[in-house]
């Protein structure tokens, strides 16, 4: 039996940002995937404008991605703590609900 590997170091890494790296604004973001990537389509939708533009297009492999969302989740915990709950806007209904939604099913103790 072999003794335990202890983990690998920890890799360090310099992070640099151009000088002339402009941020982007997105305010939706489509995600879409294939069989070996996800790919995130952030967009800006303007009012009064029909078009929704896509800014920016990230493809990532299905682990990253999962990085990401985990990362992303810890992130906004955090800003919850100092910054207090993020309200969403209410989710407009979905086509079953806007179709259907009106009916309810026949309860069988009901049709006495």
């Known amino acids: 039996m072999q003794p335990p590997q202890p983990p690998p170091p920890q890799r360090k890494l310099n992070l640099e940002l151009p000088a002339n790296l402009n941020a982007t604004y997105a305010n939706a973001v489509i995600v879409s995937q294939t069989h070996s990537e996800i790919i995130l389509d952030f967009i800006q939708i303007m009012p009064n404008d029909p078009r929704a533009r896509v800014q920016s297009r990230i493809a990532m492999t299905p682990a990253n991605a999962k990085m990401f969302l985990k990362a992303l989740s810890q992130n906004l915990e955090r800003f919850e703590q100092v910054h207090g709950e993020i309200s969403l806007p209410p989710q407009p209904p979905s086509l079953a609900d ?15």
């Open 98 to 112: 806007q179709l259907f939604g009106g009916f309810k099913a026949d309860d069988p103790k009901d049709s006495t």
